[in-house]
């Protein structure tokens, strides 16, 4: 009786209310929001996180298998490639590459056993395309392509018993070649603008009349589409004749399209920001496929956009971090050693303070991205499919590794600028837009899905309240409304006395054994900041709050920065509370703390409604921006940790391929010069302290011994190699051999191409 006074009284006008402010959700919106689950998100967003459940969270650990399988056949890869040759001689990797890949069945890491793959975990997945990206952006993206979106991983979720049994074991043995075509000229990120199309009708497959579907399309961008023998095609389905059913339009679906299809046009390329791997356009034009080829048979027609949502959902969670933590480690590592033993006014400019605030922030974003890359493989290695975190990492860890690469190239000057297979970092800043902007621009990425998706999906109550508005029985719509209503009124109610408290009184929760309680406080002050912001924002602002685009890329951000500081504080507790790290820990929560405070800050400067605004910066910003960033001492100390030999910077460093068996290389000799540079240290301070510079005159009045002196000339010549950069003659700058005239022979063709697109040769034969 009480329950139904209250919703015809209360609940009622704020259910009429809240149906005409929410606006109903479109079925892309809808299959985002189903796609994948929450995790450690949907706990931040409670505004009270139970950091116990953090610290039970495995630590992802590789098996012998995998870590056998790193230590061999990757390690043997990495040998393998030339990265100078592949980008500006051949313009692809050799064909002794493509075929090692097939043949260690490095296209088949997420394929079941069963089915002839690897089955790899998450984490041993990651690990690998970590260490590729050391060596190579091209082969690590044509390695990890294969694996994360694309044929496999929807085969593996959605296919027929017949599609698996088919098609895995020759994915996995890389018989067959993979892409997925998803971006059409007049639709990138917006697939539901993609005009490609496929029409139900009867047509002849295999010498036979079935029912099936003509398909005409024009993708772009497509990574592997140059080489690729089969394709995992999106396109939108229609039954104008009605041979299935009565509805016409049947939405996005997926098929599984051969590429030596008639009409199938494959191998023209594109060159994105000079990166070589395989990436180009195709074509169909009439191309006729049966039933039996649309991923998960007739029954999964319109249903392609939920399906990439859930691959998605995985596969950004683990590739494009991996490239981006390798690159922030190669940038870290090698700047450090850069720095020290590269001397401007006859000191190493290690020394210098404007070298080591960049050097400071390489080191502890270093700690913070594999932190990040470790905390979401363990989750993903749980069976979780994070969706949102996906997002946070693929925007967070792209911008650090764009960041990272930026300050490796101030650090290093001309050395890095200067072209040639001595440049160890030039590659690594051209790929970075790429980065940028797959799988999802990193614009979009911040200012629509990770506050967007997170707001709904990760709230506690927000979802149930919609689902709610949008049921067509109205009583029963009433009445879960008035269930879900009112326990977010509760909640939002114990948000608001905990950010009193918290921010105005400094009580928090923390684990009881934890060393960093001041940390974790602070961390749930802003949890429960991010929890009232939000409700506010979406009582105010309602279904307007997805057209506050700025607003809403600012809570995204405080989100963002829980999360990645959350892994931050479980990587120091899994490692053991390594005293040499704290610097590093210390520095990301400072910097972590003034980012959300000024993103609270800007929410509350620009808040549509005064009046709120104000109430939210009493409650949780009370004394305005507190925090400060890292001092200058705290710099010196972690740009200390990547210029001198000590644990931490080896900790930094793991699962980086250090080029040991290419002596001739820059990044071979930088390490040389390093180790040689931290052991004439003090031979080189009897020198200053003699005020001598030549090691020849300090051997003669005895100030350094033999072995000193020999030890200071090795040094500075390994220095001096370092500083090296690359020349060229003229003609060098011709990298393609002139291509054969139209008519030539067949051969001339065929040679042609395997001097300059092996892959492309090797799949056209």
Known sequence: MVGT????????????????????????ERDALNAGDTWWDAEIFTGNPDWSKLQATPIPKLTDEEQAFIDGPVNELCGLIDDWKIVWETGDMEQKVWDFLRDNRLFGMIIPKKYGGLEFSAFAHSEIVKKITTRSTVAAVTTMVPNSLGPGELLMQFGTDEQKNYW?????????????GLTSREAGSDAGAMVDTGVICKG????????????????????????ATVLGLAFKCYDPDHLIGDEEDLGISVALVPTDLPGVEIGRRHLPAFQMFQNGPNWGKDVFIPFENILGGQERLGQGWAMLMSALAAGRGISLPALSAAGTTLTARTSGAYARIREQFGVPISKFEGIQEPLAALAAR????????????????????PSVIAAIMKYH???????SVTDAMDIHGGKAVIDGPL???????????????????????????????????CHPHLLDEILALENEDKDQALKDFDKSFWKHVGHSTKTVFRSIGRSWFSTGTSPDNAELKPYYKAMSRYASALAIASDMSLLILGGKLKFKEMLSARLGDVLSELYMLSAILKRWEDEGRQPEDLPLVEYNMQTGFVVIEKALDEVYQNFPNKLVAGFLRAITLPFGRSQTAPSDDLKQTCAKLVTTKNPTRERLSEGMYLCEHHSSEGINRLEKAFDLTIEAAPAEAKL?????????????????SKSEFDLLMR??????KVIEVDDFAAGDFVRYGCPPEEGEPEEAVRDYLKRTSPGIASAAE
């Open 715 to 720: 040094t500075r010549e390994a220095t001096e």
């Open 204 to 227: 002849e497959y295999n010498g036979k009349e079935v029912l099936g579907i003509r398909l005409n399309w024009h993708k772009r961008y497509i990574t592997l589409g140059p080489v």
């Open 5 to 28: 006074f209250r919703q015809n009284t209360i609940t009622k006008p704020i259910f009429n209310w809240a149906q005409k402010a929410m606006p109903r959700l479109s079925e892309t």
């Open 168 to 180: 895995l074991p020759r994915l996995a043995d890389g018989r067959e070649i993979p892409c997925f």
């Open 423 to 457: 440049n160890y970092l030039g590659n690594l800043y051209r790929a970075v837009p790429v980065a940028i902007t797959v799988e999802g621009a990193n614009i979009m990425t911040r200012s629509l899905m990770i506050f967007g998706q997170g707001a709904i999906r």
């Open 366 to 385: 270093a700690y913070k991205l594999d932190a990040a890359r470790h905390l979401t493989c363990a989750a993903l290695d749980e069976g979780h499919k």
């Open 397 to 403: 860890m792209t911008t650090a590794l764009r960041d």
């Open 688 to 704: 200053r302290e003699a005020d001598i510079s030549d090691p020849k005159q300090a051997l003669e009045k005895s100030i350094i």
